[in-house]
């Protein structure tokens, strides 16, 4: 995923993918970018709550519906074409911030199992002002991880590292 991102920020603008329009007619890229460029000086609680909001807008998919595959996951480019599943939004929530400043070492994409519903889960969490924060696409808004007692870790990723969580 992180080879297909970087060939995709080598695309000159005018030479990008066609993708779909949004009501406003502008590509979803146009208006990712116009948003950073929006949150680019709020404070970073408003950052990380306006983009939890705008990626959750994106319709859930499932890979196998969209990619014909169990598993896949996407870049920013292709969610912003194909929307996606749980993983994706948290890529998309991770690049999103690291676009606008945030160190990617307090960021993790955290392969969860949902204990309610008994199924495997992705989020993102970020670690703020000594506290976790877990962006999911299933909630609106921001939850503290102390708060969260229905996912157990499998795993964490960022692009410098993972980590395997003890059941």
């Known amino acids: 995923m992180l080879t297909r991102v970087k060939e995709e920020q080598q695309l000159p603008a005018d030479r990008e993918e066609t993708c779909r329009l949004?009501?406003?007619q502008l590509c979803y890229m146009e208006e990712w970018r116009n948003l950073l460029e929006f949150l680019k000086n709020k404070p970073a609680d408003e950052q990380i709550s306006a983009i939890n909001v705008h990626m959750n807008n994106a319709p859930y998919i499932t890979d196998i519906i969209n990619w014909g595959v169990p598993d896949y996951w996407a870049s920013l480019r292709q969610f912003f074409n194909k929307?996606?599943?749980c993983e994706d939004y948290a890529i998309a929530k991770y690049l999103s911030?690291?676009?606008l400043g945030f160190d990617v070492d307090t960021m993790r994409i955290v392969v969860v199992e949902d204990t309610n519903l008994d199924i495997p889960h992705a989020v993102l969490v970020i670690s703020m002002?000594?506290?976790?924060l877990?962006?999911?696409n299933q909630v609106s808004y921001i939850v503290r991880e102390k708060a969260v007692l229905h996912y157990r870790p499998y795993y964490s990723i960022n692009e410098n590292a993972w980590w395997?969580?003890?059941m």
């Open 83 to 85: 929307d996606g599943d």
């Open 129 to 132: 002002d000594g506290q976790r």
């Open 97 to 99: 911030l690291k676009e």
């Open 134 to 136: 877990v962006l999911d």
């Open 22 to 24: 949004t009501s406003q």
């Open 164 to 166: 395997l969580h003890r």
